[in-house]
């Protein structure tokens, strides 16, 4: 094994291994599961207490499961059989996402200490494959939010400044794995929330087409937005894990029956050729910088599409006219559905339950009650809006106008691709900034401007890091047609290569040692 940046196989080389690095070690019997899930353990231990990228942890059942992936690897070997490549690697799992057994939170009070009798789709594709899963990472409420402050129990830190934010609302799996707590992590896409956090950290993350990673078992925010998706390190992690979880899931009524699948194989062959010759490359007009960008971000992303150059790619300017209304479309979809979703915690069936202070005990407030103990301001905030856009005489004026601004973004979409077989994007028009440096949620709103259209058109999209800004990290963004999944893996293997070619190594080298206990 190689682990990044080490020569030698120490448990503090093994977590910053590569997951394809880690797997390796497994295959050549270098290293157990259970070793490997000690090693990631210990580090969550030592460092964690600064990050707080876990909201739980479960080393018992860790362990337990690293265990049953090396019998699970025993038992092929002996009878020359294959057993998945991540097979024995640990994984964390955001906490919107629903395990059994183990405590699922989506970090709000109304449902703390809520444990699942069921496992979602991608958890039982997870334990089929037997990667070990180490905990619960932390995010906004109910991934309400771009930078894990709006959690009910904690912030999450940025491991390159633990005074800075980690990005979010999937904060938490980004801090993990940039922190080498976790070599790849589960996180869910909204309106950006794998790829920002992804972006700000200095990782790799992956909003595949909508419907081909199943929402079930994921607790709703924004049904027709929501995309569960891989985070790692390295692209070709990131392609790993995308093979796990995504999958046909007749559970889920938008789930496709024609996953993209093969993504690391993908990978592999664009590392192995570096040549893009042929490719077009779209660069969206309306989010090449302007207004709110940081100008080293900028420079990263253009300095990027330099190297994509060299390696063979037509890169052009091509318009997405509508995208300059997406933002306000999105923030009318989006609280919409999120009204109706988080309707289900009334306090009656499961989760918190608050009876009122004074006056009687009826439904309606015992639910006023559970609902303003157990709910934070963004969530709140977000309820109001979505009922109010959805209210009596405003459905029209607000959700329907929104809905035919969305319709007219995914047209953008379709001319795109008669001119490119890929966009690109700064992912993020800014680097991570620090805690409470927006507390002004419109302000917050606006970060979103990069990653939503994604979201909207239900179109694949990857960050990953491109350079740093003042010391602090820089996302490239990807986009590609629905189920043109593979396409994000070619460009963002070959683009990574050359990157890494250039900094001598992984950006997170670059990265300031964390203070272990």
Same mark, same amino acid.
């Given at each position: 094994?190689?682990?990044?940046?080490?020569?030698?196989?120490?448990?503090?080389?093994?977590?910053?291994?590569?997951?394809?690095?880690?797997?390796?070690?497994?295959?050549?019997?270098?290293?157990?599961?259970?070793?490997?899930?000690?090693?990631?353990?210990?580090?969550?231990?030592?460092?964690?207490?600064?990050?707080?990228?876990?909201?739980?942890?479960?080393?018992?059942?860790?362990?337990?499961?690293?265990?049953?992936?090396?019998?699970?690897?025993?038992?092929?070997?002996?009878?020359?059989?294959?057993?998945?490549?991540?097979?024995?690697? &640990?994984?964390?799992?955001?906490?919107?996402?629903?395990?059994?057994?183990?405590?699922?939170?989506?970090?709000?009070?109304?449902?703390?200490?809520?444990?699942?009798?069921?496992?979602?789709?991608?958890?039982?594709?997870?334990?089929?494959?037997?990667?070990?899963?180490?905990?619960?990472?932390?995010?906004?409420?109910? /991934?309400?939010?771009?930078?894990?402050?709006?959690?009910?129990?904690?912030?999450?830190?940025?491991?390159?400044?633990?005074?800075?934010?980690?990005?979010?609302?999937?904060?938490?799996?980004?801090?993990?794995?940039?922190?080498?707590?976790? &070599?790849?992590?589960?996180?869910?896409?909204?309106?950006?929330?794998?790829?920002?956090?992804?972006?700000?950290?200095?990782?790799?993350?992956?909003?595949?087409?909508?419907?081909?990673?199943?929402?079930?078992?994921?607790?709703?925010?924004?049904?027709?937005?929501?995309?569960?998706?891989?985070?790692?390190?390295?692209?070709?992690?990131?392609?790993?894990?995308?093979?796990?979880?995504?999958?046909?899931?007749?559970?889920?009524?938008?789930?496709?029956?024609?996953?993209?699948?093969?993504?690391?194989?993908?990978?592999?062959?664009?590392?192995?050729?570096?040549?893009?010759?042929?490719?077009?490359?779209?660069?969206?007009?309306?989010?090449?910088?302007?207004?709110?960008?940081?100008?080293?971000?900028?420079?990263?992303?253009?300095?990027?599409?330099?190297?994509?150059?060299?390696?063979?790619?037509?890169?052009?300017?091509?318009?997405?006219?509508?995208?300059?209304?997406?933002?306000?479309?999105?923030?009318?979809?989006?609280?919409?559905?999120?009204?109706?979703?988080?309707?289900?915690?009334?306090?009656?069936?499961?989760?918190?339950?608050?009876?009122?202070?004074?006056?009687?005990?009826?439904?309606?407030?015992?639910?006023?009650?559970?609902?303003? /103990?157990?709910?934070?301001?963004?969530?709140?905030?977000?309820?109001?809006?979505?009922?109010?856009?959805?209210?009596?005489?405003?459905?029209?004026?607000?959700?329907?106008?929104?809905?035919?601004?969305?319709?007219?973004?995914?047209?953008?979409?379709?001319?795109?691709?008669?001119?490119?077989?890929?966009?690109?994007?700064?992912?993020? &028009?800014?680097?991570?900034?620090?805690?409470?440096?927006?507390?002004?949620?419109?302000?917050?709103?606006?970060?979103?401007?990069?990653?939503?259209?994604?979201?909207?058109?239900?179109?694949?999209?990857?960050?990953?890091?491109?350079?740093?800004?003042?010391?602090? &990290?820089?996302?490239?963004?990807?986009?590609?047609?629905?189920?043109?999944?593979?396409?994000?893996?070619?460009?963002?293997?070959?683009?990574?290569?050359?990157?890494?070619?250039?900094?001598?190594?992984?950006?997170?080298?670059?990265?300031?040692?964390?203070?272990?206990?």
């Amino acid at each position: 094994m190689n682990p990044m940046n080490s020569d030698t196989t120490t448990a503090a080389a093994l977590v910053r291994a590569s997951a394809a690095q880690q797997a390796a070690a497994l295959a050549a019997g270098e290293v157990s599961s259970r070793e490997l899930t000690r090693a990631h353990l210990d580090r969550i231990a030592a460092v964690d207490g600064a990050v707080g990228a876990f909201l739980d942890v479960d080393a018992e059942k860790a362990l337990a499961d690293a265990d049953a992936a090396d019998a699970a690897r025993r038992e092929a070997d002996a009878a020359g059989e294959q057993v998945p490549e991540l097979t024995g690697v &640990p994984t964390a799992v955001k906490d919107l996402i629903v395990t059994h057994g183990q405590v699922t939170t989506a970090a709000s009070r109304i449902l703390e200490g809520w444990v699942p009798p069921y496992d979602a789709t991608l958890v039982k594709n997870l334990r089929a494959a037997h990667l070990p899963i180490l905990g619960k990472t932390n995010l906004d409420e109910f /991934a309400m939010g771009g930078s894990t402050e709006h959690s009910a129990f904690g912030r999450t830190a940025n491991p390159w400044d633990l005074e800075r934010i980690p990005g979010g609302s999937s904060g938490g799996s980004a801090a993990a794995v940039g922190a080498f707590e976790a &070599p790849v992590a589960v996180g869910t896409d909204t309106g950006g929330s794998i790829r920002q956090p992804a972006a700000v950290t200095g990782t790799v993350g992956v909003k595949p087409t909508y419907g081909t990673v199943s929402r079930f078992g994921v607790i709703a925010m924004a049904s027709s937005l929501d995309t569960p998706g891989p985070m790692a390190r390295t692209v070709l992690d990131t392609a790993l894990l995308h093979d796990v979880i995504a999958s046909y899931d007749p559970l889920d009524s938008t789930s496709l029956p024609d996953a993209p699948r093969g993504m690391a194989e993908v990978v592999r062959a664009a590392q192995a050729g570096a040549d893009l010759s042929g490719l077009r490359v779209g660069v969206i007009a309306e989010l090449d910088g302007g207004e709110g960008y940081q100008s080293g971000v900028v420079d990263s992303f253009h300095a990027a599409l330099e190297l994509l150059q060299e390696a063979g790619a037509a890169v052009e300017t091509v318009s997405l006219p509508h995208l300059e209304y997406a933002l306000d479309a999105y923030y009318l979809i989006m609280p919409a559905e999120a009204s109706s979703n988080l309707a289900r915690y009334d306090g009656m069936r499961y989760g918190l339950r608050v009876e009122p202070a004074e006056g009687p005990v009826t439904a309606e407030t015992v639910m006023s009650a559970t609902r303003g /103990a157990g709910f934070g301001d963004e969530v709140k905030r977000r309820i109001i809006l979505g009922t109010h856009v959805l209210s009596a005489g405003y459905y029209d004026a607000y959700y329907g106008s929104a809905q035919k601004v969305r319709t007219l973004v995914q047209r953008d979409f379709a001319a795109a691709w008669q001119q490119a077989d890929v966009l690109v994007s700064p992912t993020a &028009p800014v680097t991570a900034y620090r805690f409470g440096e927006k507390d002004d949620p419109l302000a917050m709103y606006k970060l979103d401007v990069t990653t939503i259209p994604a979201n909207l058109a239900g179109v694949p999209a990857m960050s990953l890091p491109s350079g740093l800004s003042d010391g602090l &990290p820089v996302g490239f963004q990807i986009l590609a047609p629905q189920r043109a999944d593979d396409r994000l893996y070619r460009v963002g293997a070959v683009l990574e290569q050359m990157l890494e070619n250039k900094w001598g190594g992984h950006l997170l080298a670059q990265a300031p040692e964390l203070e272990v206990k």
